[in-house]
């Protein structure tokens, strides 16, 4: 129990340094350019950013694993990711810094 709890911290920790490297202000341009269409509305989906339920299980799982979703494309149960959200143009970095900006919205 105490092993989960450290670890759960750990993980915590690691991804509230993720979220305060990234460029937030960046990250809510990008956002409001090319991410709110979909995750304003919840199409296809999609969390609505600002909904803690629907982000919960997502962020426990990392900014690694979220980033990369959000990157490379994902389906899952509920919903589906297109690869950048269909921007191709978009850069990794640009990615990683909205996905920044819609956790620290939705914890």
């Known amino acids: 129990m105490k092993k989960t709890i450290i670890a759960t911290a750990i993980v915590a920790l690691g991804m ?4 305060q490297a990234a ?5 809510k341009k990008t956002y409001d350019m090319a991410c709110a269409a979909c ?4 199409v296809a989906g999609s969390p609505k950013v600002g909904d803690k339920a629907a982000w919960k299980a997502r962020i426990a ?10 990157n490379k494309g994902f389906q899952g ?12 143009n978009l850069s990794d ?3 990683a ?6 956790v620290s919205k939705s914890k």
């Open 16 to 19: 509230a340094a993720s979220v």
């Open 23 to 27: 460029d937030l202000a960046a990250g």
């Open 39 to 42: 995750h304003a509305t919840g």
């Open 61 to 70: 799982q990392g900014m690694d694993v979220m980033v990369g979703h959000a």
């Open 77 to 88: 149960k509920k919903g589906f990711m297109p690869a950048k959200g269909g921007r191709a």
């Open 93 to 95: 970095a640009a990615i």
């Open 97 to 102: 810094d909205t996905v920044a900006y819609m």
